[in-house]
């Protein structure tokens, strides 16, 4: 069955009211996904001339760089010249773009708090995580799976 008799197939079950909105968008989603898994140079399956997921690979790990002016301005570049060209760019963002925030207010809570010394743990819990979060990120991205970081308060819609 090709992509287009399949999105056919769902947008029938949707007017039927077999499927609510939500489960049509996410079946829609995930034929996409398997489309472009199995045709990686197909449709959206590269951006900016790299394959999509080693674009969101690349997007996660670009926090590494969190410690110096670059890590916290390439991910949210990455992401913003993305987001409106690939789905799935757009939602690994989301879930990046939301813990990216998260924890610079994290980071100025522990700062401030640095007076009372609960602040210390605070900051040092925070800078491991932004370590450990987008390698944990970048592996679950390479292995086909979209990973919401914990902690990450939601700005942003994931789905």
Known sequence: MSISDEISRLEQLRSQGTLT?????????RVLRE?????????NGRLFGIAE???CL??????????SVVGFILPIVMWAI???ESDLARRHGARMMNWVISSAIYFAIGIALLAAIVGFPIVVTVAVLNVVFP?????KCKNGEIW????????FDEE
């Not at 909105?21 to 989603?29: G, H, V």
């Not at 919401?148 to 700005?155: E, G, H, K, T, V």
Request: charged letters at 30%.
């Open 35 to 43: 489309d472009s898994k199995r045709f990686p140079d197909h449709g």
């Open 135 to 139: 390698i944990v990120a970048a592996v």
């Open 82 to 84: 993305s987001k409106d």
């Open 148 to 155: 919401s970081y914990p902690l990450a308060i939601r700005f």
């Open 53 to 55: 997921d080693t674009w």
């Open 58 to 67: 690349l997007m996660h790990l670009s926090q590494l760089a969190y410690f």
């Open 21 to 29: 909105e939500d489960e049509f968008l996410t079946a829609k989603r």
